[in-house]
């Protein structure tokens, strides 16, 4: 077996077997070999029969020396990523099949899905410590990877780009109280703003993400293995596949403005990482900062297109803080029904009580999206979040300002989250400078008072002194 080491000296050798050399055209693609879906095969191993991934270079600036990722039922043998398309969205997939609504062997048609706008590529695609989480070549499949489909291999895109309009309420109360004035370009007089946006799915490089978290790849590896009840047991039995397209939410990338101007540190760029937080997002939930400090950048964004540089949302799903909504609700009980009642001071004890630690977002893996925007310098980076900054000025990325939320529109019941916050390292600002270990202690949030809680808080403590 010959290897072939790519000259920016990239974490994973690409690798040629004797058999795809034989049958590889001129054209440097193999011949795809379509697996018969009758046969359940539960694992597989490196040097079984027929076993012949497609080789892999992540960090290749080349797409075509990189290799295109291939996660698919389709080629069994030569599939160079383990797990499956689509996120957690996978199962559904199979739940089309088992119906009988979906042909197994279907290939999606691609002719008219490309980027409808451009998107690198930039300096750190080749860099696997600035993108290990994503692949950046993930929307190019039809104009780098035609080869490969026009041979018969079924490769999906694991980004695709489009364009909306974004109609939010907030922002027809902010062009009605002044604050924003339509442009018509990046504001309607409607209120709608025109963006450009981005769905990406997970694509992990093992080795770059073991080195972020600070383990080996096998511990990586058994961990996952273990904590999904054997889900995967290809993390396992397959240490020569180092791609993996795990079960997770992805992220959405939302721009105002125009896309080419990211890179141009001299242009204005304003910048928000947010986490998903359905019942704040979507349904105005006050017990959080979420949707206000979320719509709050939305403006600040707007505003900087207008200005002539760039608004970026980076749009995260990461329920809970990556615990889900199960756990967040569970803790939200433990904090309204605990011992003097929902407070500042034990704020994020009461997380830690449920389920056992802070915060599972790691933010190691955030930055990734940024760098695959080419993002060297955020002007505005509307967020408190100390971790989140950290992690992004760690990977190279220069933050001048760091906007807080303003005052007036933290909701009143979110003051307990926002004082906790503060006090266990958020940046203040000028807003929360004042935030000390009295103010910790005296911050409370609202009973549930609800269909005459007292009583059953009564019955509780009964029961439990019984």
Same mark, same amino acid.
């Given at each position: ?53 497609v080789p892999i270079s992540w960090g290749h600036p080349d797409a075509m020396i990189r290799g295109p990722v291939i996660c698919t039922v389709r080629h069994m043998s030569q599939r160079n990523a383990i797990g499956a398309h689509s996120g957690s969205y996978c199962i559904y997939t199979g739940l ?116 972020? &978290?600070? $383990? %080996? /790849? ?7 293995? *273990?904590?999904?009840?054997? @889900?995967?047991?290809? #993390? ?58 979320l719509t709050h950048a939305i403006e600040e964004a707007i505003k900087t297109a207008q200005r002539g540089g760039c608004g970026i949302v980076i749009y995260f799903r990461k329920e809970g803080r990556s615990l889900g909504e199960v756990t967040k609700y569970l803790v939200y009980n433990t904090r ?11 704020? &994020?004890? $009461? %997380? /830690? ?7 599972? *977002?790691?933010?190691?893996? @955030?930055?990734?999206? #940024? ?96």
């Amino acid at each position: 077996m010959s290897t072939v080491q790519p000259a920016n000296g990239a974490l994973s050798p690409r690798h040629i077997s004797k058999k795809q050399k034989k049958e590889q055209d001129d054209d440097g693609i193999p011949v795809p070999e379509i697996t018969n879906l009758d046969y359940v095969n539960l694992t597989t191993h490196p040097d079984a029969f027929g076993v012949d991934p497609v080789p892999i270079s992540w960090g290749h600036p080349d797409a075509m020396i990189r290799g295109p990722v291939i996660c698919t039922v389709r080629h069994m043998s030569q599939r160079n990523a383990i797990g499956a398309h689509s996120g957690s969205y996978c199962i559904y997939t199979g739940l089309a099949v088992a119906a009988g609504k979906l042909n197994p062997e279907y290939v999606p048609n691609l002719k008219l899905t490309s980027p409808v706008v451009k998107i690198g590529p930039h300096k750190a695609w080749s860099d696997p410590k600035k993108i290990g989480s994503i692949d950046p070549f993930g929307h190019l499949t039809t104009e780098c990877y035609s080869g490969y489909l026009n041979k018969g291999f079924d490769i999906r895109p694991t980004i695709a780009v489009t364009k909306a309009h974004i109609d939010l309420p907030e922002c027809r109360e902010a062009i009605a109280s002044g604050r924003l004035k339509p442009d018509g370009k990046i504001l309607m007089p409607t209120g709608q703003s025109i963006v450009s946006k981005a769905a990406i799915e997970p694509v992990w490089y093992l080795p770059e993400i073991a080195r972020r &978290f600070g $383990c %080996t /790849e096998s511990m990586l590896r058994q961990s996952i293995f *273990r904590m999904t009840n054997g @889900m995967y047991p290809e #993390l396992i039995t397959r240490p020569d596949i180092k791609i993996f397209l795990p079960p997770i939410g992805g992220l959405t990338i939302y721009i105002w403005g125009d896309p080419d101007t990211i890179p141009d540190e001299d242009i204005e760029l304003s910048c928000r990482v947010h986490d998903e937080c359905n019942g704040s997002d979507v349904f105005g939930s006050d017990i959080c900062t979420c949707r206000p400090y979320l719509t709050h950048a939305i403006e600040e964004a707007i505003k900087t297109a207008q200005r002539g540089g760039c608004g970026i949302v980076i749009y995260f799903r990461k329920e809970g803080r990556s615990l889900g909504e199960v756990t967040k609700y569970l803790v939200y009980n433990t904090r309204k029904r605990q011992e003097g009642g929902d407070s500042a001071e034990n704020y &994020f004890r $009461c %997380t /830690e009580e449920v389920a056992g630690v802070q915060d599972t *977002r790691f933010q190691a893996l @955030m930055p990734d999206p #940024l760098h695959f925007l080419g993002v060297t310098k955020i002007h505005n980076f509307i967020s408190m979040s100390d971790m989140k900054y950290n992690a992004i000025v760690n990977t190279g990325i220069k933050i001048v300002n760091r906007v807080e939320i303003p005052k007036d529109l933290v909701p009143s019941d979110a003051q307990v989250e926002i004082t906790a916050k503060v006090f266990h390292g958020y940046n203040a600002g000028e807003a929360y400078k004042n935030i000390d270990e009295k103010e910790l202690k005296k911050t409370v949030g609202r009973e549930y008072g609800y269909n005459g809680d007292a009583e059953e808080k009564k019955e509780e403590v009964a029961v439990v002194q019984d």
